[in-house]
C-alpha cells in the first residue's frame, strides 16, 4: 500500500556540492544540496538570489562545484552557515585559482570549472545552468582515468532528516538486470 504525503520533494538523498564564485575580488563558497544533471553535460545549482555568492556568479559567469567528502566536509558545513553578505569566508579553506580565475578548494576531490550557461530564474532563486569547461580530480581518485567514485566517498544530503550520509556499495552493473533471463 503507498501513501499519498503531499508535494514532498523526494529526490533524497543526493551529492552535497560547495559552489564557489569570485566575488568582489575574493572568493565565497556556499553549501549547496539542490543541484543536478541537465542533458549529458551540463549541470545545474539552485541557490537563493540573496547568497553572496549569487552575485559573483552573476557578475563573473564562472563557478566551481565540487563534490565533498568527509576531509571537507567540515568546510562545507561552514560554508553553510555562515554568508559572505556578513563574514569573509575567503580564509575558511585554502585554494588555488583554476583556468578560467575561478576558486578552487585545494583539498577538494573533484571539482568542476563552469561557466554559466543560462540561468532559469524562479521565485527567489536562482538557477544557474553550467557548461563545464574543466575537471579536476585527486590524482588517488582516479582509476584507468575515470573518477572512481567508490574511492571518492561523495558525501550525500539527506533532506527528511538534514542529515550528511556517506555513499553505499555497489549493488551491479546498470542494465546486467534487464539482461537476466
Ligand atoms: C546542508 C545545507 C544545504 C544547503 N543547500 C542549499 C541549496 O541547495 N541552495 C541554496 O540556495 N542554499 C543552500 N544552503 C544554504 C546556503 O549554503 C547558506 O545560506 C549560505 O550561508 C549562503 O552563503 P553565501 O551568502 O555566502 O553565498 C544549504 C545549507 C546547508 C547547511
Known sequence: MQSNIGAVMALNPMPIVVVGAMVDGKPNWT????????????????????HHTNK?????????????DEGMLREADIAGVLTGNKDDKSVIMLWHPGTSGVPIPDKAPVVMECEVYQNVETEGFDNF???IKATWVQDDLLTDGKIDSSKVGAVLFDGPTYSYVRTGETICPCTSLAKRS
Open 31 to 50: 553549501e549547496v544540496a539542490h543541484s543536478g544533471i541537465v542533458g549529458m553535460d551540463r549541470i545545474m545549482v539552485s541557490m537563493v538570489k540573496a
Open 56 to 68: 559573483g556568479i552573476r557578475e563573473t559567469g564562472k563557478v566551481s562545484v565540487c563534490l565533498v
Open 129 to 131: 545552468i553550467l557548461d
